[in-house]
């Protein structure tokens, strides 16, 4: 009662408030440049030698040396709906890319009639005669079916423990379907590393469901990671005007949007029927007024005094990188890093070498190391 009376005084004096936890800042870090040149590039991933693949919005994928050298856009990219937030979106490797060179992205895929909607595929990464290209790519799911617009794709990419695959789905701006089990809108999907669906998913023997669905009831979650100790996936999701959430999705569980959520419309109406309703899981924490958080990770190195174990999360409307102290499932605390930065961060990755890697959403978009000043 303490905390959330805490919480409500503080609304009056600030324009902070975070589920009764005010942040702090920290302007002890700074950034150093990796590569520029990107066009609004989106997610990034490390590949063992150390070097980044990274996409770009438009529809270009590349690799970025260890020495910052951007190379050309790799052949054999699927075509990509670039318009609105659809493009070529994140990327992943399989658990086994050291030996199979399979490389995984999820995008907007164009359709009829200016149809669009998020699908994933796979494919193998080849390097030879000077050049790197995309081989055998097969597309492994589509979002059901496609609709019009250019808005909330999702499409975070997280290998499970056991190799299966989470796919988080955006709703598409159709609030209501993220309710419905026919639908891929506003769900996270779970599926083999081949696309086939798994016999232990929670609605596979339910008629009239889709059998990929692993939760359902999400807005435009635009950040997914598994937890290194736990193994459990998190998520965080774009709400309306507030409303942002951390979730721990688990299987077969409703988790609201847009019946209950901490956000209003961008109109200022109310949304839904409040906060809570029973059969509808509450958020792990959750940020009103809205930073827009894109991408996050665990952080498990040692290049940062204290920040083993947080949860770190980029935000694209407040321009900084958010760390959350953690203790299992709670966060503890909020701390504001690189507040002067001013440019919008769609995606965290920890490199191999420990350090913090960022990605800016811009039309000369950067590669960014973290490091102490």
């Known amino acids: 009662m303490m905390l959330r009376l805490f919480a409500v005084l503080l609304l009056a004096t600030t324009t902070w408030a975070y ?64 318009s609105g937030q659809g493009g070529l979106l994140d990327v992943a490797l399989d658990h086994a890319f050291a030996r199979n060179r399979l ?123 598994v937890h290194p100790g736990s193994g459990a996936l998190w998520t965080i999701e774009h709400g309306a005007r507030g409303g942002d959430e951390i979730n721990l999705p688990q299987a077969g569980r409703n988790y609201g949007w847009p019946v209950i959520t901490y956000g209003r419309d961008y109109s200022g109406l109310s949304i839904g029927d409040g906060t809570a309703k029973a059969g509808m899981e509450q958020p792990l924490y959750y940020w009103d007024p809205s930073i827009a958080p894109s991408g996050m990770t665990f952080y498990t190195g040692n290049r940062y005094p204290g920040w083993q174990g947080s949860l770190l999360v980029g935000a694209l409307k407040e321009q900084l990188l958010v760390r959350l102290s953690l203790q299992g499932n709670r966060v503890l605390a909020e701390e504001r890093l690189l507040p002067d930065l001013k440019q919008r961060v769609r995606d965290v990755r920890q490199g191999p070498d420990g350090w913090v890697y960022l990605l800016t959403d811009e039309d000369d978009g950067r590669v960014l190391r973290v490091k102490p000043r």
């Open 103 to 225: 490389v995984y992205l999820s995008y907007a895929e164009p359709g009829d009639n200016n149809l669009a909607g998020t699908a994933v595929a796979r494919a193998k990464l080849v390097e030879a005669g000077g050049t790197t290209r995309l081989e055998a790519l097969t597309v492994i799911l589509r979002q059901q079916p496609k609709t019009v617009g250019g808005a909330h794709f999702g499409s975070r990419l997280a290998f499970a423990r056991d190799g299966r695959l989470f796919v988080t789905m955006g709703e598409r701006y159709q609030r209501d379907r993220a309710q419905e089990l026919d639908a891929s809108f506003g769900k996270v999907l779970r599926i083999e590393a081949d696309g086939r669906i798994p016999a232990d998913n929670p609605f596979v023997n339910r008629k009239g469901a889709l059998p990929q669905i692993w939760s359902y009831g999400h807005r435009n979650p635009q950040s997914a990671a």
């Open 19 to 82: 589920a009764g936890l005010p942040p702090t800042v920290n302007r002890g870090y700074t950034t150093e440049t990796v590569v520029s040149g990107l066009e609004h590039p989106w997610s990034l991933a490390f590949l063992p030698d150390g070097r980044m693949l990274v996409t770009e919005r438009p529809g270009r994928l590349r690799l970025v040396g260890a020495d910052g050298k951007l190379s050309a856009p790799i052949a054999g990219v699927p075509q990509v709906y670039a």
